[in-house]
């Protein structure tokens, strides 16, 4: 029998052993992946990178990445977890000798931070005992290249656990909240929809000393002189007495307390709200970071009462070319161009608006208001706005978002997006550069493509538009 034949037994035996592999490899990536979605807040590790922060903390993370957060309109601002990543044996490796040549950058930025007021004594003491951190140097080169759908954000950004422990939060500090939203007029539920997303209400300060990941990050050289500013910003930190060392401790790429904080916008926005002398964003006590948060978003022109956005429904036969931050009418307006909410009614008149749609025209849309950017401030990606706000509506008691998503869009990988770019380029719709992230010149090519083919013209970069653009080529 041909079973019995020693060589067929042998490649059987093969072919079983090699399936076994393969499950129990994914039975191990499974509970990796579900751990880090237990443990992990959604914004610890990134950062945004790819999609935010602003001089202000995160927020500054903002600016220096405001360009490539700008670009990634649709994808989700977290990178995948450290699980699924491959390991950075090369990085281990280059912090060997890094070290050496680390301590050699301290000594000579030792100069640069003395020469910009910082005391010898407090550099000293916030040098004392930092190395440099080949682990922060990993998380900043993988994150750019893993993006995540808006959903899928969506879906862990206002899950029913986020919801029911914001209103817990939002019960236990009810006095503070109302407080904070009488000095600074932003409502309780939008704080409390930051801290969510920014810390899980606290849960998850990051507890890696600043001044260490900071220190490598300067040092590493990519975006060397935005961090090195932000380590001047944290020794001017500890220099005002606010925090000891020590405690100065927050995410990887220096986002620090209850609302992730960069040094310089800690410096710019933080408030004392409890009147003890110190800016305390680190401790367990939220009242310095959440009057902080508030007090950023004030700054930046936060409406009380205005919403960040409206879920509409858009008539049939719409121009999709009006869904763009770039025209803004009153929501009466969008009203005689059949713009209603889901509710059925015109939107009422809170202020000019534009019509979002943050998955293309298969997705739910969006009428958004002047706060929607007042949030952006905090971080550029659409899906974190779109998460602070849809957490907050839900904390207040708000619906879902009703439209679906369109989920079964299979997402365009990396590499297919750069595919997508050249085709779009040759074919003379320039996406100014091919890096495979989506920003707004990619989505106006994408655009201009599917006028040209006649299809509609809602920029989303999916498999189908790909297809479309092979059948061209
Ligand atoms: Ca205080």
Request: charged share 25%; hydrophobic share 40%.
């Amino acid at each position: 029998m041909w079973f019995y034949e020693p060589e067929f037994r042998r490649k059987f035996a093969y072919i079983i052993l090699n399936l076994q592999v393969v499950v129990v490899l994914r039975f191990v990536l499974v509970l990796g992946a579900l751990s880090a979605f237990l443990s992990e807040p959604i914004f610890a590790n990134n950062l945004v990178v790819t999609k935010s922060v602003r001089p202000p903390a995160r927020l500054v993370v903002g600016r220096m990445q405001i360009q490539s957060l700008r670009k990634a309109a649709f994808a989700a601002p977290i990178s995948k977890h450290p699980v699924s990543r491959p390991s950075g044996g090369n990085v281990t490796q280059a912090s060997t000798s890094g070290n050496a040549r680390f301590n050699q950058w301290i000594k000579r930025f030792r100069g640069r931070a003395l020469a910009r007021g910082i005391s010898p004594n407090v550099f000293d003491r916030a040098f004392r005992g930092v190395k440099y951190n080949a682990g922060v140097v990993a998380k900043d080169r993988n994150q750019s290249e893993y993006t995540r759908q808006i959903w899928d954000y969506l879906d862990r950004a206002a899950s029913p656990v986020r919801v029911k422990n914001g209103k817990a939060a939002l019960r236990k500090y009810r006095s503070l909240f109302d407080r904070i939203e009488k000095r600074y007029g932003v409502e309780a539920e939008v704080v409390a929809a930051v801290w969510g997303l920014e810390s899980a209400y606290g849960a998850t300060r990051g507890d890696i000393n600043i001044v260490e990941a900071l220190a490598t990050l300067a040092f590493d050289g990519r975006r060397g002189k935005f961090f090195e500013q932000e380590l001047i910003a944290a020794l001017k930190i500890l220099q005002s007495g606010d925090v000891l060392p020590r405690n100065m401790t927050g995410s990887w790429a220096g986002a620090m307390g209850h609302t992730q904080f960069m040094p310089t916008s800690y410096l710019a926005y933080a408030q004392d709200f409890t009147g003890d002398g110190k800016r305390d964003i680190w401790g367990k006590d939220p009242s310095d970071a959440l009057a902080s948060t508030a007090a950023y978003l004030s700054k930046f022109g936060w409406r009380k009462g205005q919403p960040w956005g409206v879920e509409v429904k858009l008539p049939r036969g719409f121009n999709y070319a009006l869904a763009s931050r770039k025209i803004l009418k009153n929501p009466g307006d969008w009203g005689a161009l059949g713009v209603r909410s889901v509710k059925g009614g015109v939107v009422r008149n809170y202020g000019r608006a534009s019509i979002l749609l943050p998955a293309g025209a298969k997705g739910p849309a969006f009428m958004i208001f002047n706060n929607f950017a007042v949030i952006e401030r905090y971080n550029m990606a659409d899906a974190y706005v779109i998460a602070v706000g849809h957490l907050s509506d839900l904390l207040r008691g708000g619906e879902p978002i009703k439209a679906s998503w369109p989920r079964g869009y299979e997402p365009l990988s990396f590499t297919e997006k750069k595919e997508m770019q050249r085709r779009l380029t040759r074919l003379g719709f320039d996406s100014d550069g091919v890096d495979g992230i989506i920003g707004p010149n990619t989505i106006s090519a994408i655009r201009a493509f599917q006028v040209s083919v006649g299809v509609t013209p809602d920029g989303f970069p999916s498999t189908q538009l790909l297809k479309l653009l092979k059948r061209d080529q």
